[in-house]
């Protein structure tokens, strides 16, 4: 189990249970796990120590691609350093996904000439 310390992730303190359990879950597709995540406090400190062993005895998600997404979701917030404003300035940039399909779209559509 990785242990987290304040020094390496400070801005996981601000994303408590209602977080987690609401924006988190939902963001990956995986609200049903709401109601347990919330029930359970778990918050974004105790999202970094969480195992494929304590989803299934302790949250009950028990699909295996449910908890991949789960601890990939995880290993996002760490990559971030758990600092949600990283994804709101990417997802803001005019280089989003949706904006580069476009884009590619554009520039791989034949002329109509």
Not at 53 to 74: A, W
Not at 80 to 107: L, Y
Request: aromatic content about 8%; glycine content about 4%.
């Amino acid at each position: 189990m990785m242990m987290m310390t304040y020094r390496q992730y400070p801005s996981a303190s601000s994303l408590d249970h209602r977080w987690v359990s609401g924006d988190w879950l939902t963001s990956l597709g995986l609200g049903q796990y709401a109601a347990v995540f919330t029930s359970q406090l778990v918050d974004a400190r105790l999202l970094n120590t969480l195992s494929k062993k304590d989803l299934d005895k302790h949250l009950s998600v028990h699909n295996k691609f449910h908890q991949s997404s789960i601890l990939h979701g995880v290993q996002l917030l760490r990559t971030i350093r758990f600092d949600v404003q990283v994804i709101m300035i990417i997802f803001d940039s005019p280089m989003t996904i949706n904006n580069i399909k476009k884009q590619h779209i554009k520039k791989t559509k034949p002329s109509s000439k």
